[in-house]
């Protein structure tokens, strides 16, 4: 049986077509799916994002705890509210899952996974926990809304007495704070400048119709995943996953091998990689032509390899087709892609393809 999200019946009334998404009966779009991508890009929209597990991680051990936990290094996070992506790997190396930490004072850190791998995850992290003492408070009696766009800040703002708008307004990039009884986060999974709001499920449908008549439109995960894509974003089950590790993820940058004496899971299996240099690397894809790519599109690499597209849409800000792909690690400018038995050139890039709605590639 499938989940619902605080907001279910409010999609409903909204004319929302729901469909099965990780467990969950979640919004795919409310109208046109490009007009929903086009109003992030150039003003401002909010996802329901309350299948997406927040967690509450307490204890006087916590960052020792994460220290472990994590590929990347909480040790970086000093300063309340800041924020740190990153992976938790099993021993192999491969990817249980991508997650965001808020590291908000040294006995509490906040952590958002996957909808889809909220169970196994909190399975893992609870094993890992115990030798720490740590406790693990999963925050069902929260909803998130993902307010995303180069208006939303602003927009989203007005719905906040006006010391909590200046606290909102005044936040950085990639980081967090409680303001009254919402956890208010400059973070989010499109390319644009928004913010993740964390408040009480009671709230979540009065506040998306306030953000509704503020001019914010409604969105789905339609709009969701050619956003991401376009930023270069990757999406956990299609880009990477347990039989994957981070240096053919496209996510080196979130592993943190200094400081050398730091023993988190899957540390050796990760040195060894990169000792003997990984064999198949992410990159990003521009159809050359007409088409449209897709997943699991198989990729010829010139003299010889082959590879897959993992992610692949109709790009509608760059009105052409794109993809990640994980290719040969010898694969360099460009490679053709089979859709539907016939051979397509496209051109290998680095993503992302678009960021605060410029194209960054061509």
């Not at 609870?126 to 809304?145: K, N, P, Q, S």
Request: charged fraction near 25%.
């Amino acid at each position: 049986m499938t989940r619902r999200t605080p907001l279910f019946d409010l999609h409903q009334k909204l004319g929302a077509r729901i469909v099965d998404f990780g467990g969950w009966d979640m919004p795919l779009q409310y109208g046109s799916q490009i007009a929903e991508h086009h109003a992030v890009r150039r003003d401002a929209g909010v996802f329901d994002v309350s299948h997406m597990c927040v967690v509450d991680l307490k204890g006087p051990r916590v960052r020792p705890f994460l220290l472990r936990l994590l590929a990347n290094d909480v040790g970086k996070l000093q300063a309340p509210g800041k924020a740190l992506y990153g992976c938790m790997l099993n021993e192999t190396g491969g990817v249980i899952d991508d997650l965001i930490v808020y590291f908000l004072d040294e006995s509490w850190f906040r952590a958002v996974v996957n909808a889809g791998t909220r169970d196994q995850d909190l399975a893992w992290m609870r094993r890992e926990a115990a030798a720490f003492g740590v406790e693990l408070i999963e925050r069902t009696d929260l909803a998130m809304l993902a307010v995303q766009g180069p208006e939303a800040r602003g927009k989203a703002a007005r719905l906040l007495p006006p010391a909590g708008a200046m606290a909102a307004l005044a936040l950085e990039p990639f980081f967090g704070r409680e303001i009254d009884d919402w956890f208010v986060a400059r973070t989010g999974y499109t390319g644009e400048d928004g913010f993740e709001i964390m408040l009480p499920a009671a709230q979540a449908q009065r506040v998306w119709s306030a953000l509704n008549s503020a001019g914010v439109a409604s969105c789905g995960l339609g709009a969701r995943d050619t956003l991401r894509l376009e930023a270069g974003m990757n999406l956990y089950g299609s880009d990477m996953d347990e039989s994957t590790h981070p240096f053919e993820s496209g996510l080196a940058w979130t592993v943190a091998l200094e400081p050398r004496e730091r023993a988190f899971i899957g540390r050796e299996a990760l040195e060894a990689i990169r000792a003997r240099g990984p064999q198949r690397k992410l990159v990003g894809l521009l159809l050359e032509g007409r088409g449209v790519l897709r997943s699991h599109q198989k990729v010829r690499v010139p003299d010889g390899g082959e590879g897959e597209i993992t992610s692949g849409t109709f790009s509608p800000t760059l009105e052409r087709s794109i993809a990640l792909a994980r290719v040969p690690a010898a694969a360099s400018s460009s490679v053709q892609v089979d859709i539907r038995g016939r051979l397509h050139d496209a051109k290998v890039v680095r993503p992302p393809f678009v960021r605060h709605g410029k194209a960054l590639v061509s």
